[in-house]
């Protein structure tokens, strides 16, 4: 009968050597066959030691035999992953060894030597001894990176918008599901940010598609970096834009989020090296039982309101949204933007003078509302209202039109000072404005003083530092409002051609009494000398402050201490020097009690502080304010 093939023949001893034989041969063909396979491999201790990799093993993770050799496999495991070590085969003490079913095979991500990352598929074959007990794992790993990530950039390519790279309307309906479905757990709201860009089909038109394409992304690249990490910023398509808010628990939360959004437009865009100035409008609205669709449909019906009067940059909120303090706060909104139309807007003006003899030396404009109903507002009751809504620039060329002509009816040697907002002086035609609002009026360039925050030098973008720029160039003086409080003045300084400096009040307040104050209001009077600059204390109330001031160098001030605001006389209380001063105003702007009519004042000039000391007790140094030097014949 014949033998099958392989099978040794011969005596008994020469078949136990061909069968040792035959094993040593296999032995070295597992071995060749591990170390040429095309897949990943290794032998892994049950432990998680690894006793030998192959070189496509090493190829694959960047690391050399010996680095992997007696190192755990964990080594290779990405950090958010789990362990690649936990291989399920490590009997419990008198147990028998686990099910090899129960091994973790599948697509993880590894970590390679340099760092990067790759998708592999995981299998594992646990070699046994004749008992059956586990004795190691042969690990087996095939690189799938670029099929994963085909896969996932398909994904993505089908959540978002490929202009942006902003999640696509697509991508919405499922945030929105997550985010109401966590919003009823927590027991919070959803709230949904509506933006549309004003006129973008116009901008569109006027500068070709190429350039409106760059427009969407460097507002949809600004919009990502203002959002929260939990929020998301979606495109729905053209020029519209979504944020879904969570977590939100009212709606001043969710105007908050819609002020820091539309604070992005602040800074004009850049286009084919020209500067676009761009708004939007915006609906909001805030639910929590509620359905994906619902919130969709209020947020578009919040955004159709705010649109509704025509006009731009506006913020509209569903009505289910708001309670009745916010209602009153829209239709103040609306009341305002009559009131430009309306001439319901007035100018009061402070004095500033010189603290050696107070000589008054000009007028800082401030801004107040006739309302038909409430009365006298001060800026505190509707400037919010203004800047929520965009409206800071409309009001900020009123004030600036009706400052220079005013202006230019006082004395020449009266200077007037005027606030102007980082939005107003960014935008294109501000310089024209200067310019116009100086022609019709008349008034010198040099007589002009504009006032801006530190924190709209520091930020300034070069059409604000080329607004700038023009109008210094035709005389008008610029002066840093509230010097000190933010944490950049001397950079701010150096940004723009600054004459003046304005201590703010909050320093001043405590002048007298804290020495550290003291101290520091010491040290920027030194540093405005020193850098050739004029400066101004602010809020000024009391003879003391004065006092402290004056004895330290402070060549100007500003406060209740010498005149609080009021409106200007006409023409014929003017020439006939009879004036009636408007009701004072208090630090909150409130109004405050008329006080008795002061006796008169020497009309060459004001008292000096020492003078002015002693004639506290009487309040005769109450009232004396513009008016009462341009009635003075000497002047």
């Not at 150096?494 to 003291?518: C, E, G, M, N, Y």
Request: aromatic fraction near 4%; glycine fraction near 8%.
């Amino acid at each position: 009968m014949p033998r099958p093939p392989g099978t040794p023949g011969g005596s008994a001893g020469q078949r136990l050597r061909a069968i040792d034989t035959l094993l040593a041969d296999r032995g070295q063909l597992f071995q060749a066959l591990f170390l040429s396979a095309p897949i990943a491999k290794a032998l892994v201790a049950l432990d998680g030691h690894v006793l030998v990799a192959n070189p496509r093993m090493c190829a694959l993770t960047g690391r050399t035999a010996e680095s992997l050799s007696g190192r755990h496999i964990d080594l290779l495991a990405h950090p958010d992953d789990p362990p690649v070590g936990d291989l399920g085969l490590e009997p419990a003490p008198g147990e028998p060894a686990l099910d090899p079913n129960l091994l973790l095979d599948g697509e993880r991500r590894l970590r390679r030597s340099d760092g990067t990352e790759l998708w592999v598929v995981q299998s594992h074959e646990v070699v046994r001894q004749n008992n059956g007990t586990p004795q190691f794992v042969v690990l087996s790993l095939v690189d799938v990176t670029d099929r994963r990530r085909a896969e996932e950039d398909a994904v993505r390519r089908a959540f978002t918008d490929p202009l942006t790279g902003l999640p696509n309307r697509r991508a919405l309906t499922d945030r929105l599901r997550h985010a109401v479905a966590l919003s009823r757990r927590r027991g919070l709201q959803v709230g949904l940010v509506h933006l549309n860009i004003d006129r973008f089909q116009a901008v569109n038109e006027a500068l070709g598609h190429e350039a409106g394409d760059l427009l969407l992304s460097q507002f949809a690249d600004r919009l990502r970096w203002s959002t929260r990490v939990e929020d998301t910023a979606v495109r729905l398509g053209a020029d519209e834009f979504l944020v879904v808010a969570e977590d939100v628990e009212d709606l001043d939360g969710l105007r908050a989020l819609a002020d820091r959004l539309l604070s992005v437009l602040d800074e004009p865009f850049v286009v084919s090296d020209r500067e676009i100035t761009l708004s939007a409008s915006v609906g909001l609205t805030l639910g929590a039982d509620m359905t994906p669709d619902d919130l969709l449909r209020q947020a578009q019906s919040a955004l159709t309101r705010a649109k509704a009067d025509g006009q731009r940059a506006r913020i509209g909120v569903h009505e289910g949204a708001l309670s009745r303090s916010e209602v009153d706060a829209l239709q103040l909104e609306t009341e305002l933007r009559h009131a430009l139309d309306n001439d319901e807007l007035r100018l009061f003006y402070q004095p500033i003078v010189a603290l050696a003899d107070e000589t008054l030396l000009g007028y800082e404009a401030l801004i107040r509302w006739q309302h038909p109903t409430r009365g006298l507002l001060p800026p505190g009751a509707f400037l919010d209202v203004a800047e929520n809504n965009r409206l800071t620039s409309k009001l900020g060329a009123w004030v600036l039109r009706r400052a220079c002509l005013d202006a230019a009816t006082w004395p020449e040697d009266l200077r007037v000072h005027v606030n102007v907002s980082a939005r107003h002086l960014g935008e294109d035609g501000f310089s024209e404005l200067v310019t116009a609002a100086l022609e019709e009026s008349g008034l010198p360039p040099h007589r002009l003083e504009l006032e801006i925050t530190e924190s709209t030098a520091l930020f300034a973008a070069e059409a604000t530092l080329h607004a700038v720029a023009v109008v210094t160039d035709q005389g008008v003086t610029l002066a840093l409002d509230d010097f000190g409080t933010g944490y950049s003045a001397i950079t701010a300084l150096h940004r723009l051609p600054i004459h003046t400096v304005k201590i703010d009040r909050s320093f001043v307040a405590d002048v007298v009494t804290q020495p550290s104050t003291a101290a520091l209001v010491h040290g920027l009077l030194q540093l405005g000398r020193g850098m050739g600059l004029q400066v101004i204390a602010e809020g000024i109330e009391d003879l003391d402050q004065a006092a402290w001031l004056l004895d330290h160098g402070c060549a100007m001030a500003q406060g209740y201490a010498f005149g609080r605001p009021a409106p200007l006389p006409s023409p014929a209380e003017v020439l006939i020097g009879e004036v009636t001063q408007a009701p004072a105003e208090d630090v909150a702007g409130e109004l405050l009690p008329e006080p008795p009519a002061p006796p008169a004042l020497p009309r060459q000039r004001r008292p000096s502080v020492p003078e002015a000391q002693d004639l506290a007790d009487t309040g005769r140094l109450h009232g004396r304010t513009l008016f009462d030097e341009l009635a003075d014949p000497d002047q």
